[in-house]
Nanobody, 120 residues
Framework: QVQLVESGGGLVQAGGSLRLSCAAS????????MGWYRQAPGKQRELVAA???????NYLDSVKGRFTISRDNAKNTVYLQMNSLKPEDTAVYYC??????????????WGQGTQVTVSS
């Protein structure tokens, strides 16, 4: 069984920074792409940033230049460094990963979500 465990959310003032972490544990053989999504109240879940196994990245236009996604393959962990946070970044942030298990079965996994609240 595979789990994605997130940490690092919280309350911060506008202009502040937070760093989210997401670690995959369990029967992990390899990880392809990893990413962060967010969902604000009354809105659809949207992709914030993604990083592939070759370290190529892509970002939501509204976070470009402020957020940085990175990964530590040895730790099966993905990070999201969020700087210059704005109230509109307030949402539940979800980790997502395409993981190949020890049984060589590829599957998509979601974390439980972590709340990020940016006050004005």
């Amino acid at each position: 069984q595979v789990q994605l465990v997130e940490s690092g959310g919280g309350l911060v003032q506008a202009g502040g920074s937070l760093r989210l972490s997401c670690a995959a544990s369990g029967s992990v053989f390899g990880i392809n792409s990893m990413g962060w999504y967010r969902q604000a109240p009354g809105k659809q879940r949207e992709l914030v940033a993604a990083i592939r196994s070759g370290s190529s990245t892509n970002y939501l236009d509204s976070v470009k230049g402020r957020f940085t996604i990175s990964r530590d393959n040895a730790k099966n962990t993905v990070y999201l460094q969020m700087n210059s946070l704005k109230p509109e970044d307030t949402a539940v942030y979800y980790c997502n990963a395409d993981i190949v298990t020890m049984g060589f079965i590829p599957r998509n996994y979601w974390g439980q979500g972590t709340q990020v609240t940016v006050s004005s």
